[in-house]
């Protein structure tokens, strides 16, 4: 059987194993990229443009972090506790498909909230999107780094740790993590934190595709992006062929 074959099969088998998961988190994604989109305003006093342009900006990358980040760990950690991880190291077939094809079905996910939050933002409050042709690759760049730092610590540690983690990233990401606000707003050692970690540049490389005549994403931001990508999955396709 070729490669093709492989990810047909192994992600039918995915895909089965989580259809109800799956209906379930779409939903989940839609309220929570609303939620951002409309709650985060009621902090503001007096939201400007500028304001809802970040909030509206910076939803997709959140909606990106909760599913790669937080949302994905959570799951292998009970394929782990299941046993279905060692059941997965069994498969004849190449650990990239499996990695593939789940990854395919953590877009589906994605793709909902990502919409008709930008929609939904365009009709209440106009923030001035600009989209770029960007868009598309931006998307793809940002949600295979989530995914795929996700499922790096994810494999790596314990079903405890990574849970702890997770945690940790979610709350890091909506309080600590310039999403939703400029960078210049944190302190100088966390403005330098963030240019390493990737979630800095998933926002930065997100806003400037949502709003291309405001924003501006740095050939650095890629890079980090693409460091961190390869980190993730790489790590993840070690650790699944250990026997």
């Not at 990358?61 to 190291?89: N, W």
């Not at 702890?164 to 403005?191: K, T, Y």
């Not at 240019?195 to 930065?204: D, F, R």
Request: hydrophobic share 55%; charged share 5%; net charge neutral.
């Amino acid at each position: 059987m070729n490669v093709l074959s492989h990810y047909k099969y192994v992600f039918q088998m995915q895909f089965l194993r989580n259809a109800g998961f799956l209906v379930f988190m779409i939903l989940i994604q839609i309220l929570i990229s609303i939620g951002i989109v409309i709650g985060f305003t009621y902090l503001l006093p007096a939201p400007d443009t500028n304001s809802i342009l970040f909030l509206a900006t910076g939803a997709p990358t959140i909606i990106l972090i909760f599913t790669g980040l937080v949302i994905l760990p959570q799951q292998v950690g009970t394929a782990k506790s299941d046993g279905y991880m060692e059941f997965m190291r069994t498969w004849p077939v190449n650990r990239g498909v499996i990695l593939g094809a789940d990854t395919t079905i953590w877009l589906i996910i994605t793709l909902p909230g990502i919409i008709i939050s930008s929609i939904v933002a365009h009709l209440m409050f106009s923030p001035g999107y600009d989209i770029s042709w960007t868009v598309i690759p931006a998307l793809l760049m940002i949600a295979l780094t989530s995914i795929g730092v996700g499922y790096g610590f994810s494999y790596l540690l314990s079903p405890t740790a990574s849970l702890a983690l997770s945690q940790v990233i979610v709350f890091g990401a909506l309080m600590f993590s310039p999403v939703n606000f400029p960078l210049e707003r944190l302190p100088e050692w966390l403005q330098a934190l963030h240019q390493v970690l990737p979630i800095y540049s998933m926002a930065e490389v997100m806003r400037a595709s949502l709003a291309a005549s405001t924003f501006e994403a740095t050939a650095g931001n890629y890079i980090n992006l693409l460091i961190w990508c390869v980190l993730g999955y790489g790590g993840a396709i070690f650790i699944l062929n250990r026997k």
